[in-house]
Structure formats: structure tokens, C-alpha cells
């Protein structure tokens, strides 16, 4: 591939255009006329990126098929973005969750650099100049005016064939949980921390639950409803200044400007079979504008979590049991 090629200039300045806009757009958060947290910045960066990428290509052939512009539109997506791993400018978390919408809207963009050229709109470049523009002109009324702040509730259930009792001695304090005993996940596949362990200051509405978690993540559950045997609920008192700034991507911090859960908590009840159902639900706040595309990632996200506590705690109940039946 020739440096000098239309394809090669596609992917440099779709590349360009990106890192320009990453570091631009965190410049002028300062002043509140932009965030890399917005609509502008998701969605209409990608679309800029991938109309440059096909436009270029336009110079040197005459025909794309619909499919060559969705997918060549991703080259300089994937250069951005691993060129924001290593210099730093993002994480790994924040990358993996970025990239399917980076994908999907470079290639509308690549799409729509076809549309200009088959109707041959004259001044193909003032209107590719528009495009890059656009993410610029919107991002300030965005981050000024719209405000789409939801809260939703996630919750997972597992079957433990052990005793309600038996089960509820594992909730208030986790002991040191071992690798091998939490299932690999898709979170930790990007980085998020795993559980280390928890232990409760006292018992009763008005204690306090300490999680700690790998990469020196440490977070408090205040106690606001404790049932024995049958539920522990709490809010989570997370001060997100304590949270290494390694430990998780910043635009995703717990308890940050953009993602925070408020409740959570477990109920125990029991099957027809004798068995434990334990439930965990976890009450979570998303102050992004990207509307379904984040309460996906946050469903992911903390279905995740659950299903490998839930597993820690599945485990080890019915472990004990084994043990205490052994010794009787």
C-alpha cells in the first residue's frame, strides 16, 4: 500500500480527524462545549471518520459495492482507536464499549460518502468539510441543553441447593475469594476489576458493607434493610476519588459523573425442591445521552457482576454444606 495512495490517505486522515477530535473535545470540556461522553462525539465522530475514509477511496475507483463502504469504513476506526490504547488516551474498557457504535456509524458515514458520489453532488468536499464539521457545531448544545438522566434496575437469580440459613452466612462477609473461584467473564476480558472480598463493620439497618475489588477499588455498602434469611439491602456510598484512575476507565468510573450505582441487594427465598433462590439487584443511574445503546453495556455490565457473585456465592454455600453433612 502506497503512502501516497487515496487509500492510504483515507485511513491517515479519518485517523487524524479522530485523534483531533479526542484530544479537542477534551480541551473544551473545561468550558463545557463539549464531552467525550455525548452523542456528537459516539456517534457523528465515527460517521465523520468513515465518510473520509470512503470519499478518499472515491479518487481512486469509480464504483464501491454497498458492502465494500460499510467495511472499509472501519480501517481507520480500528487505527484510532488501538492509537488511544497506547498513547493512553483511553482504556481498554472504555475502547471495547466504544466500538460496536464506532463500527455501526463509521459505516452509515461510508454510506453516506456513497450517497454524495452517485448522485454526483457537486462540491463533494465542501459537503465531506460538513460532515467533519457537524460533532463541532452540535457538541456545545448538546452538552448544554439535553439531559437524558435515566435509572433502571438489574437483576439476576440463581438456584442453591443448600438451606435459606446456609446461604445467608455467605452474604455479609466474603472471605478471601480465590481466582479460580469466580467464572471468567466478558468484564474482565476488558478490564474491569475482579472481587477481592467484603466484610460488614457490625450487623443490622445502619452498618457497614467494605468491598474490595483488584486494582485497589474499595467501595462501602450502607445496610438499609437487613432481613436474616431472607434480605440485605443497601446503598452504596462510593467516593469516586478513592478509585485508582488505572483501576477504571474515568468515563466509567463507579460512582462518576457518567455511571453510578445508587442500590442494591439480595433476597432469598425458597423453591419447591427445598432449594435457595438467591436474587441480586443492583439500582444503577446513567447520566449519558446515548440512550439504549448504554443501558445495553450497563445491563451487560452488571448482569456480569452478578452472575460471578452469584456463582462465588452458589458455590460456596453448597461447599459448606458438603462440609458440615461430612463432619456430622
Known amino acids: 500500500m502506497q503512502l501516497n495512495s487515496p487509500k492510504s490517505i483515507g485511513i491517515l486522515l479519518g485517523t487524524l480527524y479522530g485523534i483531533f477530535m479526542r484530544l479537542f473535545v477534551e480541551l473544551v470540556n473545561a468550558y463545557n462545549l463539549g464531552s467525550l461522553v455525548s452523542i456528537s462525539f459516539m456517534f457523528l465522530v465515527p460517521v465523520a471518520i468513515g465518510y473520509i475514509r470512503v470519499h478518499f477511496e472515491f479518487k481512486s475507483t469509480e464504483t464501491l459495492t454497498k458492502r465494500q463502504m460499510i467495511t472499509i469504513a472501519w480501517q481507520p476506526i480500528f487505527v484510532f482507536l488501538f492509537v488511544s490504547v497506547i498513547t493512553l488516551l483511553e482504556g ?23 450517497f454524495v458520489r452517485k448522485r454526483k453532488i457537486k462540491k ?13 457545531l452540535l457538541s456545545p448544545i448538546e452538552v448544554n441543553f439535553l439531559h437524558l438522566s435515566k435509572t433502571y434496575e438489574v437483576t439476576n437469580s440463581i438456584v442453591i441447593n443448600a438451606p435459606i440459613n ?15 473461584e469466580v467464572p471468567f467473564s466478558l468484564t474482565q476480558l476488558i478490564g474491569v476489576p475482579k472481587p477481592l472480598k467484603a466484610s460488614m463493620n457490625a450487623s443490622g439497618i445502619g452498618a457497614v ?28 456510598d462510593i467516593d469516586p476519588d478513592a ?58 455490565i452488571f448482569q456480569d ?24
Open 92 to 114: 481498554s474498557i472504555c475502547v471495547a464499549m466504544a466500538l460496536p457504535a464506532f463500527m455501526f456509524f463509521a459505516s452509515i458515514g461510508g454510506l453516506l460518502a456513497g
Open 124 to 136: 463533494a468536499n465542501s459537503s465531506l468539510l460538513s460532515i467533519a464539521l457537524l460533532p463541532i
Open 166 to 180: 446456609v446461604v445467608w452466612q455467605q452474604l455479609a462477609n466474603v472471605s478471601d475469594i480465590k481466582p479460580q
Open 209 to 236: 458493607r467494605t468491598s474490595t475489588w483488584h486494582k485497589g477499588v474499595v467501595f462501602k455498602e450502607v445496610i438499609t434493610d437487613w432481613q436474616p434469611n431472607k434480605q440485605m439491602h443497601y446503598r452504596f
Open 243 to 300: 478509585i485508582p484512575d488505572d483501576a477504571l476507565d474515568k468515563h466509567v468510573k463507579l460512582g462518576g459523573e457518567y455511571f453510578s450505582p445508587l442500590y442494591g441487594g439480595y433476597e432469598l427465598s425458597e423453591d419447591k425442591s427445598g432449594n435457595t433462590i438467591l436474587t441480586l439487584k443492583t439500582t444503577v443511574q446513567d447520566n449519558t445521552n446515548f440512550g439504549v445503546y448504554s443501558r445495553i453495556w450497563g445491563e451487560v
Open 305 to 328: 457482576f452478578h452472575h460471578s457473585l452469584l456463582t462465588l456465592m452458589k458455590n460456596r454455600a453448597e461447599k459448606s454444606l458438603i462440609v458440615t453433612v461430612y463432619y456430622n
